[in-house]
């Protein structure tokens, strides 16, 4: 397909595309700066109050406060933790219902209006039930975390799995295949990409899952920071845990990204 | 006796808000090796008839004979073949061939080996680890086929098997395949909208009604031309009389 000598225009063409994703990132990265410099800036003149929207350098110092008292990355760490229980196991719970209801053409016809109901609830409104039932802790929140990406999941794998071309489930049927066959077979690999693009819907999911679960209980974790920040008037910390949080939720999604790219060719 | 036999079958589809009657005392006989032809009217019913006879669907009445034996199913001698090639994406040609075997659990050493043969055979080695997206549609239905005649059916359905297929492609393929069956001796049943096509492969073409189907016609093709191939039959002084009688034959569908 590639010609050994790329000719002129096909070079002219590749300097032109870099040069504009070069532009591109270069004005990303600026735009980055200038919001922080404008920010210590006015906080430094007094245009704005520190004690209300904090100010950079005082973010970074909270950070190397903390990070000395050594008590972040133990924060980061519980959420992160629950999150990434909270996304894995609603995908794999939510996948084996799917399957069960799959399986049952019964069970699915009588949960159906059952699942729109609990679909259409906002998850969060179970938060103070779910806590009274399970106890004011962990298993609270990842519970949450779990409640909210379960529904959702259940819902767009059993639509995956109804996705299949009947002409490969009668194909197979005519080589012998039962159920749990075609199961195997056809309807899971052929669902795979989308169990993972729910996968990747849940990292969010979870996320918010967490993060209220803590608001709501919790006495370790990023959530926790930001409560206990507000509560104590302390900004910086707030302002701390938002960042550190919105930089792990984009790692997490990254990495789901690269397994999915993997995955989905 | 034939190979297949069909005893008055019939087959009425159910919904709530209505019933529809398809095939009505439908009785055929296929001999052994032969290569049967089904034509008939869009909707009449001809997919319904081969998936009955795939046992994916039981008929409201009647009986199917193998070897002049009840057809039992599963039925691991017959082989289906879609319009669609429904090769799995997600398996290499080879996994895809071999698919069968894996779901029948008969990988056995002699399968294997028996499947390597037809796909050294059927010119399919070099694309053995290959994807079904990276291979043409002709190609596709070849692979389509191997995975059939890999479990080793007596009978292959062939559903509309080339109509996915542009015109230059079908021509190819349909020769290509009419080729493997014969060398492989296996009797066919297909169904085909392309009264040409049909012509061109059949040995007997069976012409059905409109809905509720029932057999109105049957043509026994003899053309009188050496080593028939469905590439040469085309050329056969007998082909446009065939073509036209069938053709009135379809034509008459309301009366
Ligand atoms: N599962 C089903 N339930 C109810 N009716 C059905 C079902 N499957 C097919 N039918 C009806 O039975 C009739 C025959 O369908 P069938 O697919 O066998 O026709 P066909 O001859 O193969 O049509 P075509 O030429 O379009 O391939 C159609 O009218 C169709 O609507
Ligand atoms: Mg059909």
Known sequence: MINNTPSKEHLDYISRVKRRNTLITLTRILILIIFIAQWEITARLKIVDPFLVSQPSRIVNTFFKLMQEGHLLRHTYVTCIETIIGFISG??????????????????????????????????????????????????????ALTISLIVTIISVLTGFNDVDEDMIKLVKTFGANKYQVLRYVVLPHSLPTIISTLKINVGLSWVGVIVGEFLVAKEGLGFLIVFGGQVAQLDMVMLSIIILSIIAYIMYAIVSKIESIYIK | MGKLTLNNVSMTYHTLHNETKTLEDINIKVDDGEFVVLVGPSGCGKSTLLSIIAGLITPTSGEIYLDDKILSYPCNKIGYMFQKDTLFEWRSIYKNITLGLEIRKEMTKENIEFANTLIEKYGLSSFKNYYPSQLSGGMRQRVALIRTLVLNPEILLLDEPFSALDYHTRLLVSDEIYKIIKAEGKTALMVT?????????????????????????????????????????????????????IWKELDKYDK
Do not use: C, M
């Not at chain 1, 399957?99 to 209006?113: A, C, R």
């Not at chain 1, 609830?121 to 990842?142: C, S, Y």
């Not at chain 2, 809905?211 to 469905?230: G, H, M, V, W, Y």
């Open chain 1, 91 to 144: 995908t794999i719970i939510g996948t084996l219902i799917a399957i069960i209801l799959w399986l049952s053409d019964f069970i699915n016809k009588v949960l159906e209006p059952y699942l729109v109901v609990l679909n259409a609830l906002p998850k969060i409104a179970l938060g103070p039930i779910l806590i009274f039932w399970v106890g004011n802790g962990q298993p609270a929140i990842i519970i949450i």
């Open chain 2, 193 to 245: 909208h392309d009264i040409a096509e049909a012509i061109s492969l059949a040995d007997r073409i069976i012409v059905l009604s409109s809905r509720p189907a029932k057999i109105k016609k049957e043509f026994n093709i003899k053309l009188s031309i050496e080593d028939r191939t469905p590439l040469t039959s085309r050329n056969a002084p007998e082909f446009k009389d065939y073509f036209n009688l």
